[in-house]
């Protein structure tokens, strides 16, 4: 997966809500670790992250084919890839 690509389609796409690893919608459920251990579905990992992209998830829209399944994969390893080093 392209992360530089990742963050991109992040500024594009999800800043609108997540700006900085936050969530406007739903404060409590940001992109750190702590939030990602303790709400995502599947915990922690690349493909949980794909999962909740491709499919939304109550006021998350789905951005399955919206995005492609490679898109989507680079912004889900940039997610990642920020939460696992603390760079929000
Ligand atoms: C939750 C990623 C776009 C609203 C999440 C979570 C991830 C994520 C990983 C889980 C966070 C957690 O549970 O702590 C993304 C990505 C996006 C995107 C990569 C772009 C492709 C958006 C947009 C909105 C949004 C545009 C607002 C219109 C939300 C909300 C939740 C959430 C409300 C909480 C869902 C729930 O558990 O009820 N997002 N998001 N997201 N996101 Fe997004």
Known sequence: ADIDNGATIFAGNCAACHAGGNNVIQTEKTLRKEA?????DGGR?????VYQVTNGKNAMPA???????EEIGDVAAYVIDQANGDKW
Request: charged share 30%.
């Open 36 to 40: 990602l251990d303790s709400y995502l």
């Open 63 to 69: 951005f399955g084919g919206r995005l492609s399944d």
């Open 45 to 49: 990992k690349v493909e949980s992250v």
